[in-house]
């Protein structure tokens, strides 16, 4: 089960995986603060100091000292911002790689190569599961039909449910405790022991008839209906011995009692004595109405004995097994088609979660290439910044000298300092075009969305091949198979 859409999953948490953490700013080249320049190079003072010294000369072309160190402290920066800018690139270039549309792309393929057949597979092992399920229906259905013919039946079976089956002991339990205590009263009167050895003396007869009667009810009994002669026979004497068991018990428990009520010793070979002698002598009216209740629990669980499962014996076990057998074989239906469909709405989820990143990360790559441009932009404002400051820290200079010096001051005083380009070139790899790249996303959205639509019909079709099972075994009516 955990290699479901192997493909599939890999693309799926693939695009899911962050790319990167950068936040767009334009803060990336610091403004050069003039006056901190002024300040540590000490123009001011350095002007005056040269200016009275008339220094640089009048006839002087080039920069002098100071002059030099303030255009090599701009070109410093403006080296150290295209080393900044150059690392953008790279950070850009990084981070449009992490985008990977060419690898999603080809997991997209892979994807719509296997994830069909994957669930095909996962719909054939239903098949193969299923297969068994319903060879074991129609034999159970066989074997219902067979035994139908043989005894001659035309109706079904009555199978007791476990509620019912639960009734059913319950009523037993019941009237095993209430003869107990009834008849623990009656025998109470004749027991050295008082009304414990009465409830112990009428538990054993309560067993004994109660017991006898489910018995012989339940194994015995029940073969009156049978087809066979013979069980007819084992019927019948099952009838008979439980008419004669149930008559002799109660009459013995009868007399047991009036026995017991005048004699303390030998009250036993008393009973036995009149049961031959006269079985009906019973001379007390309490005795006979003991006689009365002991028979008719037996009569009940007698009854209950005989409609605890269906009267015809094995019949019920035979539509038990069917039952099992149909259910096992529903069940496991219902669980492969619930299954799929789990399976079906977690790959079309994925699908739609991997079709939404895709355009969100082409966001991101056009968000990406934007903020490239918008650096290349801003250095070159920066450049224009470097000049102009540049040209401030000279004029700083140039007039604390001119203010301190006698002799004329050099014409290129007058002359503005013009800073040399950098232009921001970066050899980048071969990049998606915005446009080409929707286009991609759009076809590679069409084949998932295409994808999604064949697993549709793969589930249905899956659905019909379950249901082929019943054409090719088809389920029987009244245990009677039918011909495909």
């Known amino acids: ?156 079976a009555k199978v007791t449910s476990g509620a019912m089956w639960s ?122 109405t003991l006689f009365g209740l002991g028979l008719l629990f037996s009569v009940v669980a007698f009854i209950d004995g005989c409609l605890m499962t269906d009267p015809y014996p094995g019949f019920a076990g035979v539509q038990k097994r069917l039952n099992a057998a149909r259910a096992a074989y529903v069940d496991q239906r219902a669980e492969l088609i619930e299954d799929l469909r789990d399976v079906r709405d977690q790959h079309n989820k994925k699908v739609e979660v991997i079709i939404q990143e895709l355009n969100a990360r082409r966001l991101e790559a056009r968000a990406i290439i934007q903020h490239r441009a918008r650096c290349i932009d801003l250095f070159m404002e920066h450049q224009n910044q470097l000049e102009r400051a540049a040209n401030q820290l000279l004029t700083i200079y140039r007039e604390t000298n001119r203010a301190a010096r006698k002799e004329p001051e050099p014409k290129y005083f007058s002359t503005a300092y013009k800073m040399e380009r950098l232009k921001a070139i970066h050899q980048f790899a071969e990049e998606w075009n915005d446009d080409e790249l929707a286009e991609r996303i759009k076809t590679a959205t069409a084949q998932l969305s295409d994808q999604m639509l064949k697993i549709a019909a793969e589930f249905e079709g899956a659905i019909d091949r379950y249901r082929q099972l019943d054409i090719i075994f088809p389920e029987g009516v009244n245990g009677q198979a039918q011909a495909a």
């Not at 599939?8 to 603060?33: G, K, Q």
């Not at 067993?207 to 019948?236: M, P, Q, T």
Request: aromatic share 8%; proline share 1%; charged share 25%.
């Open 1 to 156: 089960m955990a290699a479901r859409f192997e493909a599939l999953n890999r693309l799926w948490e693939s695009v899911r995986e962050t790319n990167h953490d950068f936040r767009a700013t334009t803060d990336i080249f610091p403004t050069l603060d003039v006056e901190k320049v002024s300040r540590t190079l000490e123009l001011p003072e350095r002007g005056t100091e040269n200016g009275a010294a008339n220094r640089p000369t009048k006839s002087a072309r080039a920069l002098d000292e100071m002059e030099q160190r303030v255009v090599a402290k701009v070109e410093e920066e403006k080296k150290a911002s295209y080393q900044l800018l150059e690392d953008q690139f790279h950070t850009f270039s990084d981070r449009l790689n992490n985008l990977d549309f060419e690898s999603q792309f080809g997991m997209i393929r892979q994807a719509n190569a296997t994830s069909v057949s994957d669930f095909k597979a996962e719909a054939e092992g239903g098949v193969d599961q299923l297969h068994g399920l319903r060879r074991d229906l129609t034999v159970a259905e066989d074997e219902m039909a067979k035994f139908k013919q043989k005894h001659g039946l035309d109706r079904a």
């Open 167 to 288: 009734l059913k002991v319950s009523l037993i339990v019941f009237l095993l405790l209430l003869e107990t205590v009834l008849n623990g009263t009656f025998l109470a009167k004749g027991s050295e022991q008082g009304l414990l050895g009465g409830v112990t003396e009428a538990f054993t007869f309560a067993v004994l008839n109660i017991g006898s009667a489910l018995l012989l009810a339940y194994f015995c009994v029940r073969f009156l209906v049978h087809r066979s002669l013979f069980l007819k026979l084992v019927g019948s004497a099952g009838l008979i011995s439980y008419i004669g068991i149930a008559v002799f018990i109660n009459l013995a428990l009868a007399h047991y009692r009036e026995a017991a009520a005048t004699i303390l010793t030998g009250a036993s070979k008393e009973v036995m004595d009149n049961l031959w002698a006269s079985p009906l002598g019973l001379n007390d009216l309490s005795s006979w």
